[in-house]
């Protein structure tokens, strides 16, 4: 297992400056995400681990060996792109044996590989099929598989899920994660998709405008987030940030109650909209001006134009 580390790194084209002074490590055997709005730098960072991007200052490390200048193929890495990158003219079986075929492998071991990825990825039905024959799941095994077959030191995911329907890319999220678990393999995931994120990693860095904003775990992140940025970034809905005596008061929505205690900071509101999605209720309301969602179990008398007090615990308030 490969411990991956960024030390100061920053990349620059020309006069622009994509990646700022990066710096953090990435442990041995972790699922680690990296997640951010497009055009944050985080699919700029998973292609220099690659050796696809070079580093224009500062060191990329992998068990303290410098990676700057050692090309993309001795690095030992397997990448999942995002629109999986098979060859449209081999069969699901010649696209998983290629990165064995390159390194000459024998007949004999290409065979067994290629038998065991696809009996653990549900693929051996499918060995004669050509990728046009797929369903877009079915092309996302294949392209994983591929990457897998030749056991490389650090898994490389480039939003592998974003072409898929919701509910197959809820599903493939638990395929590849207890994968991860099984192989045990360093693996860097980029998304845009903060549940995604949340739901996969062991730790995750969040990044706006080519800047680490945060690195933690999604339960670090998601109660303790370091700036608004990160609170308004996590969470679905997310954090509400609420002006407050000079500062900016942030609670998650579920936080909020409708009936008083003692000690609780009230919230004079006026309802909006009151949205059912199936197992709870989110209701979204304005405090002087500024829009704030409590989640509940139940509406009670919550409908829209109805003025209202919701209350929360100073505890459960994050200052900024």
């Known amino acids: 297992m490969t411990r991956i580390t960024f030390d100061n790194v920053s990349k620059s084209y020309d006069n622009v400056q994509p990646l700022r002074e990066i710096s953090f490590s990435i442990e041995p055997g972790e699922f680690f995400v990296l997640v951010g709005p497009s055009g944050c730098g985080k699919s700029t960072l998973l292609r220099m681990i690659a050796g696809l991007e070079s580093v224009t200052s500062g060191s990329l490390l992998f068990d303290g060996q410098r990676m700057n200048d050692v090309e993309p193929r001795q690095r030992d890495v397997g990448m999942v792109f995002q629109n999986y990158a098979l060859y449209p003219h081999l069969t699901v079986a010649e696209n998983l044996a290629f990165p064995l075929e390159i390194r000459k492998e024998s007949r004999s071991v290409i065979s067994a590989a290629v038998e065991q990825v696809a009996h653990t990825l549900g693929l051996t039905d499918l060995l004669a099929r050509r990728p046009k024959q797929l369903s877009g799941g079915q092309r996302q095994r294949v392209a994983v598989g591929r990457a897998i077959i030749r056991r490389p030191r650090v898994f490389l995911f480039d939003e592998p899920l974003s072409n898929l329907d919701a509910q197959l890319r809820t599903h493939m999220r638990t395929e590849l994660r207890s994968l991860q678990r099984e192989l045990g393999v360093t693996t860097v995931y980029v998304t845009h998709d903060q549940v995604e994120a949340m739901t996969m990693s062991d730790r995750m860095a969040i990044l706006n405008g080519g800047a680490i904003q945060q690195v933690g775990t999604p339960a670090e992140i998601y109660d303790r987030p370091a700036n608004t940025f990160v609170a308004s970034f996590t969470g679905s809905p997310p954090m509400n940030l609420i002006p407050w005596n000079g500062r900016i008061l942030g609670v998650r929505p579920e936080r909020i109650q409708s009936t008083g205690f003692e ?56 200052w900024f």
Request: proline share 5%.
């Open 263 to 318: 000690g609780a900071l009230s919230l004079p509101v006026t309802i909006g909209a009151v949205e059912f999605i199936g197992h709870e209720w989110l209701i979204h309301a304005t405090h002087d001006n500024t829009s704030i969602t409590m989640r509940c179990h139940e509406h009670g008398s919550a409908s829209p134009g109805k003025s209202a007090v919701w209350y929360l615990n100073p505890d459960d308030a994050r």
